[in-house]
């Protein structure tokens, strides 16, 4: 779906057992190249290549933080660009998207777990790309208050508490905000970060109030998709709840 000409919500949509989750990497695109936000599980890239703009090659990806849903299919893109990906992520990703450091919450066991689910091929290049073993991923390190050089500028907010490196963006043209899971949407309501996914619930309600700085118009939310309608009085209620 696209947000404005150069800004797209996609909509993926992956098996999770009996159910399906539904995800929401976002994709601008700036000087003949797509930037992409968030790479979904292991297994997604052919869904998001799919809907992709193809005259515009993923030439960047931002990882929003180190859960697996967002940097399941990292390892692809990574392979597709042999070499010449320009990453971006918090300085506080930086280890586990190197493979230097453990991810702020799968355990090797669940890793393991998850990784089974996938095609030998699928399995190798996950483990590989986050390994010692290889070279660093991350060329570009965000420390949150920078503006990136993609449309008009894009806006790099450190939103702590769901992970301690989460970050959200915000895309000035569109005046669109990228949230990732700082917030979400259910049911077509505005909510904070799910509580049984979100490391610290107080940081994360906390961070939110960088939102409340921007003229924003629209929000993307990885779960739960596009959010309009009254955004600066929904984020009072969150953030001061009565
Ligand atoms: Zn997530």
């Known amino acids: 779906m696209k947000i404005a000409d150069h800004i797209e919500m996609l909509e993926i949509k992956v098996p999770m057992g009996e159910h399906e989750m539904v995800i929401h990497p976002v994709v601008i695109y700036a000087d003949n190249q797509a930037v992409l ?13 799919e809907q992709i703009d193809p005259a515009y090659p993923v030439q960047s990806v931002i990882l929003t933080h180190d859960d697996l849903d967002h940097i399941g299919s990292f390892p692809q893109f ?7 990906l320009d990453v971006y992520t918090h300085a506080q990703n ?14 090797p066991e669940r890793i393991n777990s998850m990784l089974e689910q996938f095609p ?8 590989s790309a986050f390994s010692t073993d290889t070279p660093e991923n991350v060329n570009h390190v965000l420390q949150g208050n920078e503006v990136l050089p993609f449309g008009e500028g894009l806006q790099v907010i450190h939103t702590p508490g769901h992970t301690p490196g989460h970050t959200s963006f915000y895309d000035i043209a569109s005046k669109t905000l990228i949230a990732a899971d700082a917030l979400i949407v259910e049911n077509g309501e505005l909510h904070g970060p799910n509580p049984s996914f979100t490391l610290d619930m107080e940081q994360a309600t906390n961070s939110l109030r960088a939102f409340q700085k921007l003229p924003i118009e629209a929000i993307v939310c ?7 309608g009254d955004i600066q009085q ?8 009565s």
């Open 37 to 49: 936000f968030d790479t979904g599980v292991p297994g997604c890239y052919d869904k998001i290549i």
């Open 120 to 127: 030998e091929s699928i399995q190798k290049s996950f483990r």
């Open 94 to 107: 930086v280890g586990a998207i190197n493979g230097t450091e453990p991810f702020s919450k799968a355990n």
């Open 222 to 228: 990885y779960h739960g998709g596009l959010f309009k």
């Open 78 to 84: 990574l392979e597709a660009a042999s070499g010449t």
């Open 234 to 241: 929904r984020l009072n209620e969150l953030v001061n709840p």
